[in-house]
């Protein structure tokens, strides 16, 4: 019978004194690793008699949960589900050096962290929105057909609602509650409000706290009946602060009525504080935006300034805004200069994101880049910046340099349209001098993508796996054998009972039976035909699922996980398919002998007991 991954988690919560007595987890290619507060509350006896838990024992200030290879890591990610704990306290190591990079990085890394499991949606309605209004502006019989209206129904789903989505992960990402965050984005839509996008036409206002009248137009305490569609930063801030009063009352209200009364605590207090202070700080965040934008736009600095500095206001959720200002130029009777800068700000990230496309070797990056890319250039710019290029940082820069020096040429070459709403290539549809308006897209892209292919490199780990040494050849002998199959050695060096490796966990047979190898060699190799099952994060381990359903660990030294990598180097990753004698990791005798570790080479069947014909040789 499977093993439930949950359940398993969560008798492990529940008998080491819960959530609060954990202060750090972590997991190798075998073991569950915890650094508990108070020992005293944990229940021993009864982790050692969990389903799933094979040992467990004390050692360096750990307590250490044996649930073997290809489980750990499913029943780890349930223990952090369970007690809210993010990927982030895996690694001390990883977490340093978060701490060590700039503010403006560490301040940009959680919108990157929210958007990217949304990506799917908002790359799927950003395309499609753009080729329906494409369509509707090409064919304007199209635009009143029952077909257009159902088609930019479905489009538009993702960004009308945006700031439910957007809730809900960052629910995820800041530890709270998924259902109360989503509950926190569809208040800040809900239909009783002002639709954000229409503003413009006035909202009412509630009196929650009194009257204190500051001008005719504004007093002082009033709350403002307005939705947020499209914004991004202030549901953020809503949902981060919702996590932490969350986390706050859980600690603090009684067990007995905590299921009630931190919820309905948390709803109504965020409710008032996203109303009260972060809506309104927003809004006029927007006006100062606004009002500095009209200024700008009106000579070519500051056109080029609002081109550089476009992409960050649609991070912020205020370029839906700049319809006033492209409404007001209509009604004056001239034409709309506005969008020839959106444009070039939009087509600029469109440049940055293909550049990243093409350039990356990571196939993930790709499937994401290249359709975010087309959406961009059709005038849809959020799956291109918060799934590509602020991702990365660099593009979106790059897109910001692109931006500006086509928002400069189109203003001294003069152009402008007849309309708004569109730009990129459906502005084709409302431009006014077609052939000046190809030069700034031109401009725009071409600049953000050289300066992308100048300025950004893919992560060695995310472009590709390391070269693999060929001066090491793959050892014949074989070492055991199941099902038929003969396992060779995947390492040269001198066999050893598995009673002789210098681990209890491992000599006891608890995870498998098979060898020790104490190693003359530093490559290893696969010992048969399998698939990669495992990799472990600090590249000492890896694990193969082979013929017959054989499930093989191959650990490379002892408490060598926490060398952290160092003086490891993996050629596979999970998923991959090997051939027998394939190079799977290279590692330093040298290296492992300074961190004092024995540097024997485990090699276990896990599932040993399932055949009756394992033998060693």
């Known amino acids: 019978m499977a093993l439930d991954y949950r359940k398993c988690a969560q008798e492990i919560v529940d008998h080491i004194g819960g959530r609060e007595n954990v202060a750090q987890a972590a997991h190798c290619a075998t073991r569950l690793r915890l650094v508990i507060k108070d020992n005293s509350k944990v229940d021993k006896d009864y982790l050692d008699n969990i389903d799933g838990v094979k040992g467990m ?37 990883k977490a340093a050096a978060a701490a060590k990079q700039p503010l403006w990085k560490r301040l940009l890394k959680p919108i990157g962290d929210v958007f990217v499991p949304i990506l799917p949606a908002i790359v799927a309605s950003g395309l499609m929105m753009g080729l329906v209004e494409a369509l509707g502006k090409a064919i304007p019989t199209f635009a009143s057909t029952d077909w257009y209206a159902f088609m930019d129904m479905v489009a538009n789903t993702a960004f009308a609602y945006l700031p439910v989505i957007v809730a809900i992960s960052a629910a995820r990402v800041f ?33 929650l706290f009194g009257h204190l009248k500051i001008t005719d137009n504004y007093t002082l305490l009033q709350i403002n009946q307005l939705g947020y569609q499209g914004h991004v930063i202030p549901v953020m801030l809503a949902v981060l602060f919702m996590s932490k009063l969350e986390g ?20 109504f207090v965020t409710a008032i504080v996203t109303f009260t202070i972060i809506g309104p700080i927003f809004s006029s965040l927007e006006t100062m935006v606004l009002a500095g934008a009209q200024v700008l736009v009106t000579n070519p600095i500051g056109s080029c300034i609002m081109g550089a500095i476009y992409p960050v206001t649609v991070v912020m959720g205020l370029h839906h805004m700049y319809n006033v200002i492209e409404a007001g130029m209509l ?34 990056t790709k499937a994401v880049a290249l359709p975010s890319s087309l959406s961009a250039a059709l005038g849809i710019t959020e799956p291109a910046i918060f799934g590509v290029n602020l991702r990365f940082y660099k593009p979106f820069v790059a897109g910001m340099i692109g931006g500006a020096v086509g928002a400069l040429v189109a203003a001294f070459l003069g152009i402008g349209a007849s309309a708004y709403g569109v730009t990129g ?38 472009a590709k796996k390391a070269a693999a040494p060929d001066v090491e050849k793959a050892p014949e002998n074989t070492v055991f054998s199941a099902a038929g199959v003969e396992v060779k050695a995947p390492v040269a060096g ?14 006891s047979g608890v995870l498998g039976d098979g060898v020790g190898i104490n190693p003359t060699a530093e490559t290893v190799f696969a010992p048969f035909d399998g698939t990669i099952s495992t990799v472990a994060e600090s590249k000492h381990a890896v694990g193969i699922t082979g013929p017959a359903d054989m499930e093989l660990l191959i650990h490379v030294g002892v408490d060598t996980v926490a060398m952290n990598g160092e003086g490891f180097e993996v050629f596979v990753a999970e998923g991959d398919s090997v051939k027998a004698g394939q190079p799977l990791l290279h590692f330093s005798k040298a290296a492992i002998a300074k961190a004092n570790h024995p540097d024997i080479v485990v090699t276990l069947l896990t599932n040993a007991e399932d055949f009756d014909d394992f033998a060693i040789k």
Not at 57 to 84: H, R
Not at 344 to 362: D, E, P, S, T, Y
Not at 501 to 507: E, H, K, N, S, V
């Open 494 to 507: 001198t066999v050893v009972g598995r009673d002789q490796i210098p681990d209890d966990t491992f000599a």
């Open 248 to 267: 706050w009352l859980h600690k603090h209200v009684p067990e007995m009525i905590d299921l009630f009364v931190t919820p309905l605590t948390t709803v």
């Open 175 to 207: 530890g709270g509650n998924i259902f109360l965050g989503a509950v926190i984005g569809l208040l800040m839509i809900h239909s009783a409000l002002t639709n954000g996008w229409s503003a413009a036409d006035g909202y009412n206002v509630w009196y």
């Open 425 to 462: 290539i459906p502005g084709y549809l409302t431009i006014e001098q077609p052939v000046q308006y190809t030069i700034v897209l031109a401009i725009s892209a071409g600049i953000a993508f050289i300066v992308t292919n100048a300025i950004w490199k893919e992560e060695e780990k995310a």
């Open 57 to 93: 024992f004390e050692s360096n200030g750990q307590l250490q949960l044996i649930i073997g290879t290809g489980t750990v890591n499913k029943v780890y990610d349930e223990f952090l589900d369970i007690t809210g704990m993010t990927a982030a306290t895996k690694d001390d190591v």
């Open 331 to 364: 009604a004056a009777g001239g034409l709309n200069t506005w969008m020839p800068i959106a444009s070039a700000a939009n087509f600029a990230q469109f440049g940055a994101c293909l550049a990243v496309a093409l350039k990356a070797r990571n196939q993930k």
